[in-house]
């Protein structure tokens, strides 16, 4: 081990890995004194070894002292600097295996012609649908393991892969092969890398609903390899000339499916990648998870001036007692929503109507008081709707599974409605916008997606195979993904979150996009989660032209657990 400062800027390779089991430890020799280190890291300290010469590498497992909280913290925050200044960032994915397909098809997918014909072919919905993949589905198979190895699951290989594009001006990063990525038994660069992930972006739609994947004894799976939301999340966290870096409760909902061994790690782990606002977080691992939570909420209200924090899908609430606080973003407990809307950095929802949050906090950070509007409350809930296995969902058995129900009780529950009732039922279930080919997000939602939703309900189709075409093109526009539908007392139609039961309380918080939805525990409430009710999301309840309509609800403090 050799001492240095980074002002020298030393010579070295920054190794990016996963510890892998911590219970299985292998001694070295360093220093002249024995260490144990995980069994993966071993075994890169095997495969990285130079034949000739002396090799050096930042490590965090040795050059950290885990054990010291303090110097944890210190060292994290320099994270930023290691990475940047490192000559090359080494990202070792694991033991090679005893194939070489996985690097075949990386490295076919990988040329940008490759991926400006992929790209022509994902505007057509369904392209793939009866190509024939069985002559390199072997390759296929190959590269989706790769790719869900649980390297790809780690939080912290986000900034150890986007911080060397992360420095604004450094337009040549990519070229310059700073990162490599260890496939098979070959280094690949992560500019191969990027344009081979792209390509398989186009892809995969096709691929899992093709008759070769579909008929596979073991399918390639139903939802994409955990190496391309890493990929999507690596990208999204590299600023350009037309995107600045984003927030730090953008990364944290970006990543909230990646893995740490300490929970504080999710988001200590992507300060270094944050807009310089959120650069006041510091890692301080001498408080708890909670309170990190706690304190990033306060931070992001008072740095936004807007409750984006608050937002999310999120599972049932845990419980309210000591230590708990169900406002605080737990990234554990969000569940995804890729419908473009749901995205707070993005969605034209504006449900408050443009008013600032009216907010304060108990002493103890316990308590969040928040003022806003009860609008009413649930009477009906439908699903949450499983949509994990949504790929091969219209394969020829998807009506025997367990969540083909839920389905058949939302179509049920549309078939009962009048024509204008049902008009505000299928905008409700898409939030009232549609995406089309390659285009954007379309709002009022285009008519055709209703004309698809009729034929899905009423079977006025040439053929069952146009039927199940149009009822799967419908399904694709989803806005319910892993969430539920519900109708109030009222007679009004939403979305809410994964958790939503009869009962619940549809509100609007000032400084809000969403609506949100609130469970009443005594004298108190619990947020469950954020939530979309349909003509109230673009600030029609709050408009100060309709004094008639807000005299209806009454303005309130909401003290949430």
Sequence with gaps: MVHASLKDKPRYEALSYTWGDTSNKRDICMNGHRFPITLNLHIAF?????????????????????????????????????????????????????????????????????????????????????????????????????????????????QELAIPGSRAGDVGWLEKDKVQIRCCSTWVPFSTFTVACA?????????????????????????????????????????????????????????????????????????????????????????????????????????????????????????????????????????????????????????????????????????????????????????????????????????????????????QYGSSLSMSERDIFWRTLVLDSGKLGHGGLVSPAPKEIGEWFEVMLNGFAESDAVRAELTKLFYSQAGFVDRCFYATASGGRGIGPYGTLPGDLVAILYGGQFCYILREVSEHYVLVGDAYLHGAMHGELLDQRRQEERRKYEEKDFVLW
């Design 199 to 411: 390509s398989l972006v186009q892809l995969i739609p096709g691929i899992l609903s093709s008759v070769a994947c579909l008929s596979l004894a073991n399918p390639l799976g139903q939802t994409n390899p955990a190496g391309l939301d890493m990929f999507g999340a690596v990208q999204c966290s590299i600023p350009t000339a037309s995107r600045q870096a984003p927030s730090i409760l953008e990364l944290l909902h970006l990543t909230h499916c990646l893995k740490a061994t300490d929970p504080r790690d999710k988001l200590y782990a992507l300060i270094a990648l944050a807009r310089d606002e959120d650069l006041a977080l510091v890692p301080d691992y001498s408080i708890s998870a909670t309170q990190m939570f706690r304190e990033l909420v306060r931070h992001s209200i008072l740095t936004d001036n807007n409750l984006m924090v608050l937002s999310g899908n999120r599972v049932s609430p845990p419980d309210t007692g000591e230590g708990s606080s169900s406002w605080a973003p737990n990234p554990e407990r969000f569940v995804n929503s890729p419908k473009l809307n749901w995205d707070p950095a993005t969605t034209t929802f504006n449900a408050c109507n443009s008013r600032a949050p009216t907010i304060s906090f108990s002493d103890d950070l316990r308590h969040l008081t928040a003022k806003g509007i009860i609008v009413d409350s649930i009477d009906t809930v439908i699903g949450p709707f499983d949509f994990k296995q949504f790929p091969g969902l219209f394969s020829d058995d998807w009506c025997a599974s367990e969540w083909a129900s839920s389905f058949r009780e939302l179509e």
């Design 46 to 158: 095997q495969h990285l070894r130079e034949q000739n010469g002396a090799r050096t590498l930042w490590v965090d497992a040795l050059c950290i002292n885990q054990q010291n909280l303090q110097e944890r913290a210190e060292q994290v925050s320099k994270m930023r600097d290691i990475f940047w200044l490192a000559q090359r960032v080494l990202a070792w994915t694991g033991e090679p295996d005893e194939s070489d397909e996985a690097l075949e098809l990386l490295q076919e997918l990988g040329h940008p012609s490759t991926f400006m014909r992929l790209y022509g072919l994902a505007s057509k919905p369904m392209a793939f649908l009866n190509d024939d993949f069985s002559h390199c589905l072997n390759k296929f198979e190959s590269l989706f393991r790769f790719l869900n190895r649980p390297y790809w699951s780690r939080v912290w290989v986000v």
